[in-house]
């Protein structure tokens, strides 16, 4: 957070200018509608859904009027603040959820705080992913999107060994993956492995932070470096021992080999994002979704989140205006709507599973949605910390004593979180 507070410092005359060079006029003024420049990211379906909900909101009134532009995840990250700094940014921007502390520590984020106090439709959404929006105590974003990691599984694998039912603790997740493990030549190197579980960079990063925080530990808490915790040397053994003992995962995958692996029929089960359900039915896999099981202290799942912000190009009408169509957005139909279309759960806690079952997918992580966590909230150097975390794991499950690795890893970062 440190240098969030500097960077505030630095960029205070910046974002001054930045927040009074717009000249749009306030809804009712009787001069037009309030014109919001909207860059995001969603290129797929789900982008030409949202597309469909901002041109439905456009249409329903005459106050605000929404121009989208869709650009890739990257191109925002690399636009977005020379945008602002030449007054040619937008208004409103969607952002994965990690970026958001990023934007919000350099001033270029206005502060929604006032909006979730007078709304009552922000009122009804997940606090896990309004968590999500949170830097030093400030809400600077809105959710888009939020939703658990959760194990996909091969039935028919599944079938065969005689397995009728998903794990619901880590013990008996590891037994299902030792019966799912095998190694029909006896060469010491599995043909089908029991589960696929990367040790560096991991689905959205968020399955190390689960299995620890199952564990009981954390990362970091606040400012501080927790990663080197009781808890998650026990945690880091326990895996550590199954992948090196019981062979129920190769060494040294990451994230795109893990969906690969299991992709190809090669792996019983996987760690994934609501992506591999589409994934999994192109290869022609019989699959299932499932909750991560429980480990010895809790069960939870990290959340994949995508935010939306109010940039700090954003004079007082434009803020309302952005506001009038949050409000449209978390109104309870067009959450449904947002959710079936985009394969996520809905946002907000009231829309029960039974309003998207049309959608199998989505009606599964709605079930789940409750163990979502959000993913290092509030941290701005996010990408350091996890990549020491990614060091740390993947020594350990390499065969490094995993108390070591941890403790190796843990001035990373905590320097990280001093930058």
């Not at 717009?22 to 949202?50: I, N, R």
């Not at 029909?184 to 299995?211: K, S």
């Not at 927790?226 to 992948?243: C, D, G, K």
């Not at 994949?304 to 009038?324: L, N, R």
Request: aromatic content about 8%.
């Amino acid at each position: 957070m440190k240098r969030s507070l500097a960077a505030l410092a630095l960029l205070g005359t910046a974002g001054a200018l930045l927040t009074g060079c717009s000249s749009s006029t306030s809804p009712g003024q009787g001069d037009g509608p309030v014109t919001l420049t909207f860059w995001h990211g969603y290129t797929a379906a789900d982008g030409e859904k949202l597309n469909e909900i901002i041109d439905d909101f456009n249409a329903s009134q005459d106050e605000v009027d929404i121009e989208y532009s869709v650009k890739t995840w990257a191109v925002i990250q690399n636009s977005l603040l020379p945008a602002l700094s030449a007054e040619q940014g937008p208004q409103l921007v969607a952002l994965p959820a990690e970026q958001l502390p990023v934007y919000a520590g350099k001033g270029a984020l206005a502060d929604l705080d006032d909006y979730y106090a007078a709304s009552a439709d922000a009122a009804a959404l997940n606090p896990a992913a309004v968590r999500m929006e949170e830097v030093g105590g400030t809400k600077y974003g809105v959710p888009t999107g939020f939703v658990p990691l959760s194990v996909i599984y091969n039935k028919a694998m599944f079938a065969e060994a005689g397995i009728t039912d998903f794990p619901t603790t880590w013990q008996e997740w590891v037994e299902v993956a030792e019966k799912l493990t095998i190694d029909r030549d006896g060469d010491g190197t599995p043909e089908q492995y029991g589960l696929a579980l990367p040790d560096h960079q991991t689905v959205a990063n968020g399955v190390w932070a689960t299995l620890f925080a199952a564990g009981g530990g954390s990362i970091t808490e606040g400012e501080t470096a927790t990663l080197n915790s009781p808890q998650n040397r026990q945690t880091l053994a326990f895996w550590s021992q199954a992948v090196q003992n019981e062979h129920i995962s190769p060494t040294g995958l990451d994230g795109i080999k893990a969906d690969e692996l299991f992709s190809a029929g090669k792996a019983a089960m996987e760690i994934a994002g609501p992506w591999m359900a589409s994934v999994a039915q192109e290869n022609g896999i019989d699959y299932a979704l499932a909750p991560i099981p429980a480990g010895p202290a809790a069960q939870v799942a990290s959340a994949i989140g995508v935010s939306m912000a109010v940039t700090a190009q954003a004079d007082a009408a434009e803020q309302e205006a952005a506001q009038k169509f949050f409000d449209y957005f978390y109104s309870p139909e067009v959450t449904t709507e947002w959710s079936l279309g985009s394969g996520w759960p809905p946002l907000r806690t009231d829309v029960p599973t039974s309003a998207v079952a049309a959608n199998p997918v989505v009606a599964s992580l709605t079930d789940m949605a409750e163990l979502a966590q959000p993913l290092l909230p509030g941290v701005i150097n996010s990408a350091d910390v996890l990549a020491a975390v990614d060091e740390a794991t993947q020594q350990a499950l390499a065969g490094k004593d995993p108390a070591a690795a941890l403790d190796d890893a843990q001035p990373k970062v905590q320097e990280a979180l001093n930058e």
